[in-house]
């Protein structure tokens, strides 16, 4: 299984990007898929997770209302709709999936089994 993260780049304060996640396979659809974020000198962290058939979704409270997660099964990929976007998001963003979600999805690193390379996404103020 490949994952792989596109759409990342620099945008004014304000402004808004989609990062798409592409992966590889025929068993997306039994996947959970998370978004997860990384800033120069700080930890990942979770950003948002979607469940296999997108009918629940999860934030951070940092990008509630302003992210929106989103999934098309017959595109094997999920999408993050980032708008109003803060200097304070500037991170690489990592996709991630969990085959064997047991809640419908995951907030945290360890379920998901496989990663993203990451996309790099600046906010410049």
């Known amino acids: 299984v490949q994952l792989q993260a596109s759409g990342g780049g620099l945008v004014q304060a304000g402004g808004s990007l989609r990062l798409s996640c592409v992966v590889s396979?025929?068993?997306?659809?039994?996947?959970?898929m998370g978004w997860f974020r990384q800033a120069p000198g700080k930890e990942r962290e979770f950003v948002a997770a979607?469940?296999?058939?997108?009918?629940?979704?999860w934030y951070t409270d940092s990008v509630k209302g302003r992210f929106t997660i989103s999934r098309d099964n017959a595109k094997n990929t999920v999408y993050l709709q980032m708008n109003s976007l803060k200097p304070e998001d500037t991170a690489v963003y990592y996709c991630?999936?969990?085959?064997?979600?047991?809640?419908?999805?995951?907030?945290?690193?360890?379920?998901?089994?496989?990663w993203g390379q990451g996309t790099l996404v600046t906010v410049s103020s």
């Open positions: 991630a999936a969990d085959e064997r979600p047991r809640y419908g999805y995951s907030v945290t690193e360890a379920p998901y089994d496989y």
């Open positions: 396979g025929r068993t997306f659809s039994s996947y959970a």
């Open positions: 979607i469940n296999r058939s997108g009918s629940s979704t």
